[in-house]
């Protein structure tokens, strides 16, 4: 039996339209006309891999006509390239965000309880012109009132607030994690693991790296709980570093003009929701 990926490409090719591009293992070409705008280095192998997750993904829900064509290279990179696999994930992540922000957005009025606790804050980019996220660990208490759910809102809250600071090839971002004043009370493995699940499920490709700072002994209980949970690509993002060169790390990616000011630099912390 053919697979998906091998039954759009032929549909497309027998309805004449137009985007070259060659599967594996196949003799034959087949054309799809969509246009593929991206960065330089985009592969032509990524290109007609868009094109045909792009059919396979319309074909079983329309309204992923509104996804651009970065966002599906995205999730075939997170995919190494498997359009069936990419195009699966995709799928389940657009089905998910309709049922925890069916206005396409979340506003800061749906989860006042995690707004409360003034725990994450966006300003400045790296060197590379990556937006920068701080995280205050200690500030994250388990919230009996909103629950798991407001708080997955929050962080899809927060992620889109980032992402909308990226631009076409420069997708990604910096996030610190600073875990000064970290204690039992916040150690909430599965907040923290929800919230990864959202972030390599939802917005894949997206991390450039976390920096983990000011990391007490009690962090790293709560660690081996979370670590099983966190993909291969996620765990290579991640940096720990220690409290005497926390600066000098952090200057090595990050100008003093856009450092936060906690860190020494020049930049007040903006909280998320207002950024």
């Known amino acids: 039996m053919e697979g ?8 497309l090719n027998n309805n004449g339209l137009y985007c070259e591009t060659k599967l594996e293992g196949e003799g034959e070409s087949v054309t799809q006309d969509i246009q593929v705008q991206c960065d330089d280095k985009i592969s032509e192998e990524e290109k ?37 696999k990419a195009s699966a994930m995709l799928l389940k992540c657009l089905k998910w965000k ?9 506003s800061p009025s749906e989860i006042p309880n995690q707004i409360a606790h003034n725990k994450m804050f966006m300003q400045g980019v790296d060197k590379q012109g990556r937006p920068i996220a701080v995280v205050l660990g200690g500030r994250h208490f388990q919230n009996k009132l909103g629950g798991l759910d407001e708080f997955k809102r929050f962080v899809v809250l927060a992620l889109d607030k980032l992402c909308s600071r990226t631009s076409p090839g420069r ?5 610190i994690g600073d875990l000064e004043g970290f204690g039992y009370s916040n150690s909430d493995a599965r907040a923290y693991i929800g919230a990864l699940s959202i972030l390599q499920d939802c917005y894949p490709e997206r991390l450039e790296k976390l920096i983990v700072v000011h990391v ?32 000098t790390t952090l200057l090595q990616d990050i100008d003093e003009s856009q450092l936060p000011e906690i860190y020494g630099g020049k930049m007040p912390l903006v909280p998320i929701h207002e950024a």
């Open 4 to 11: 998906k990926v091998e039954a759009v490409a032929k549909e």
């Open 171 to 175: 997708e990604k971002f910096v996030v």
């Open 216 to 247: 007490p002994y009690l962090f790293w209980t709560m660690w081996k709980i979370v670590y099983p949970f966190i993909d291969n690509k996620t765990k290579k993002k991640i940096t720990f570093v220690e409290n005497k060169r926390l600066v």
């Open 98 to 106: 309709k049922s925890i922000a069916p206005n396409g957005f979340i």
């Open 48 to 84: 007609n891999k868009i094109c045909l997750m792009r059919a396979l993904v319309e074909k079983q829900d329309p309204s992923s006509k509104e996804v651009d064509d970065f966002e599906i290279r995205r999730f075939l990179r997170a995919r190494d390239l498997d359009v069936d």
